[in-house]
């Protein structure tokens, strides 16, 4: 069984793939310095517009906190360890270790932020269709679940990253991106519908 670090191997580039690619590695890291700044004052500034706003109902106050937290984590953990893979493959000293921690962080925020989207989609969805019902069956309590239920299964779907094969985790990772993607599009297909009604 392959682990991360053999996998990952594979995708070191070589010493002549840096040097014709040095001045792109540069320009990558200034670009992706830039985004994970932008990512952290943004979405701390949401972060703190949503605790603010008195007549957000607490249901999706809940979930774009969840959404803005796991974002905050991309920029504040994910982009700077790739800056650090980049600047690692720059100075010739790639670490097997550090692609390892990148890769269960990038799997821990990017799966926290995909089901927060999918999660909000799924809240507006049934906004608009359970009318009435809405405020009955989704409480503050079950949506606190719901948030609880994701960042534990991100924290699942990226553990398996020390445990077993990576092609695993990407078969994983892939079922789920499109599980995901369906619910987003059946629900934002018929919010489209309800509101053209």
């Not at 994910?78 to 100075?91: A, D, H, R």
């Not at 799997?107 to 989609?121: D, E, K, P, Q, R």
């Not at 924290?155 to 078969?171: E, G, Q, R």
């Amino acid at each position: 069984m392959k682990t991360i670090c053999e996998d990952s191997l594979l995708y070191f580039p070589s010493n002549s793939e840096i040097e014709d690619l040095h001045s792109t590695y540069i320009a990558n890291c200034v670009f992706n310095s830039f985004l994970s700044y932008n990512a952290i004052t943004l979405n701390i500034v949401t972060i703190h517009a949503i605790r603010n706003t008195a007549s957000m109902p607490k249901t999706i106050k809940t979930l774009l906190l969840s959404l803005a937290v796991s974002d905050v984590g991309i920029g504040a953990l994910v982009l700077p360890f790739y800056i650090s893979l980049l600047v690692g493959w720059l100075q010739h000293n790639s670490s097997c270790s550090n692609n390892e921690v990148f890769h269960i962080i990038l799997y821990l925020f990017s799966v926290a932020s995909f089901s927060g989207v999918v999660a909000v989609s799924v809240d507006r969805f049934l906004a608009i269709h359970l009318h009435l019902r809405y405020q009955e069956l989704v409480t503050h309590k079950r949506v606190v679940a719901l948030v609880i239920s994701i960042w534990l299964l991100s924290v699942f779907l990226s553990s398996p990253m020390l445990l077993v094969s990576p092609d695993i985790v990407y078969v994983i990772t892939i079922i789920s991106a499109v599980v995901g993607l369906l619910a987003m599009t059946v629900a934002y297909v018929r919010i489209y519908l309800a509101v053209r009604s």
